[in-house]
């Protein structure tokens, strides 16, 4: 029987990233059994975080997202850490899963000691393995192979010698019908499998949404979703196998098939009144901003009935003109909207904010602050906001990156100066603009009714 241990590599970031084992692997694993191909997983974000605690995780997760160039004593703990793991290792072969390009100078290290202490062949795959950084990896001998693209189906034929175009190529493999896919099974993570946490699952891939600074698009080229029925039943299994604290969608938008999403929080809602004695298990996503002939009063009320406690939504600007620019397609009406049908059934809300977006005005920048200094009490504070705060920063294959009009480069070519006509904004700009956003979030917690009932989330969330 041919065998494989996957690991799961950091950073995944904190949040999710430490409470759910990896949903990458999870759906992996039961394509990787149907062929007779022998699993183990390992998710090194959850069993660092456990095992060292979240402070050390936290300075992992720094130096990790620095691509190393912030010396830090955390890279030989790191080493001694990884070496518990390949010790373990009695497979053929060894499947890297690298979240994203935040874990670019982990890969290198992970592989080299692996070489060292195991004689397996070495695959990596995941968001973060690309047409660049893949072949430059296996150039080096860090790894045997690379997989672009989703790995279900073409792990299993790199294994058992079949070809497959996403094998050490330029082609991205997409799973054309994700109803044909299995449910997803995390019985196979070896290490605290004893432990109650969330579990993920996977309702879409791709986005209905093309927005200018986000690369799902090229990571995902088509949007394509699950049926209703389909996500109904991996909940329904998921609650009775693994008695989860929270359901996690990893969709770009939970909304995005509205026909679809209205059918599985229906089903889920006549599932749990037909069935009392079982527990509403909490769920969050990520989500849009629809207007009322989109989405009806009834639908969040389906919403809150099948379980939602929590919704991240990619507000990014209170500016119309800057979410205009953006493509985000939905004005203040659709967003006061949504936001009002949450905080009515007390359900959460993340709102995503970018600051220093390349068209962004002086102007723009106070109908942000605006915006979140009345947020709450225009809802009565029926809901927490959560203002998750990030500096704009151009990602390569996104839509922005090829308007050159819009900014330019600094002379290292690693960050962009905005040019708004006889305005500049740089980065240092941009980052005064974020703490000021910081401070004014910290004053609205502490003008909150309950201040002491909100904790902050990590570096840059902060409660309104």
Excluded at 101 to 121: F, Q, T
């Amino acid at each position: 029987m041919s065998s494989i241990t996957l690991i799961a590599l950091p950073p995944r970031g904190l949040g999710s990233g430490v409470k759910a084992p990896s949903a990458a692997l999870g759906h992996i694993v039961p394509t990787l059994t149907k062929d007779n191909i022998k699993a183990v997983c390992y998710d090194m974000n959850i069993d660092i975080f456990e095992d060292k605690g979240a402070e050390w995780y936290e300075r992992a997760l720094t130096w990790g997202e620095t691509f190393g160039e912030v010396e830090s004593e955390i890279e030989p703990e790191f080493i001694e850490y990884l070496k518990s793991y390949i010790t373990e290792i009695k497979t053929e072969w060894v499947g890297i899963s690298v979240f994203s390009v935040n874990s670019e100078y982990i890969v290198p290290i992970v592989c080299k000691h692996i070489r060292n202490l195991s004689n397996a062949k070495i695959v990596a795959g995941g968001y973060g393995c690309n047409p660049k950084i893949g072949p430059k990896w296996k150039q080096e001998g860090l790894i045997d192979h690379y997989i672009l693209g989703e790995g279900e189906g073409s792990l299993n034929s790199l294994i058992l010698g079949e070809k497959h175009n996403s094998i050490d190529g330029i082609e991205r493999h997409e799973v054309e019908n994700l109803d044909e896919l299995p449910i997803p099974d995390y019985s196979l993570f070896v290490r605290g499998n004893n432990k109650k946490r969330d579990f993920t699952i996977t309702a879409s891939r791709g986005c209905v949404r093309k927005c200018t600074f986000c690369n799902v698009p090229n990571i995902f080229p088509k949007f394509r979703w699950k049926k209703g029925e389909k996500i109904a039943e991996e909940m329904i299994d998921i609650i009775h196998k693994y008695n989860p604290d929270n359901i996690l969608f990893s969709d770009s938008l939970i909304n995005g098939n509205m026909k679809e999403f209205r059918k599985w929080t229906r089903l889920m809602t006549e599932y749990y009144d037909k069935n009392p004695d079982v527990r509403i298990v909490p769920w969050a996503a990520q989500f849009i901003c629809r207007n009322s002939n989109a989405m009806s009063k009834e639908d969040f009320d389906y919403i809150k009935r099948s379980g939602c406690f929590n919704l991240q939504i990619g507000i990014e600007s209170g500016s119309e003109s800057v979410r205009e620019h953006m493509g985000k397609k939905f004005n203040d009406k659709d967003m006061y909207y949504t936001l009002g049908e949450l905080a009515e059934r007390n359900i959460d809300v993340v709102l995503l904010m970018i600051v220093g977006y390349p068209t962004e005005t002086e102007q723009d920048h106070e109908d942000t602050v605006t915006f979140l200094e009345n947020v709450n009490d225009w809802f009565g504070h029926k809901s927490k906001f959560i203002v998750n705060l990030n500096v704009m920063k151009l990602l390569s294959n996104t839509h922005i990156i090829h308007q050159a009009e819009l900014y330019k480069w600094n002379k290292k070519q690693t960050d962009f100066i905005s040019v708004l006509g006889t305005d500049w904004i740089d980065r240092k700009d941009r980052f005064f603009e974020l703490y000021e956003l910081i401070e004014l979030s910290k004053n609205l917690i502490q003008a909150h009714p309950n201040p002491e009932k909100y904790k902050m989330l990590k570096k840059y969330d902060r409660v309104v």
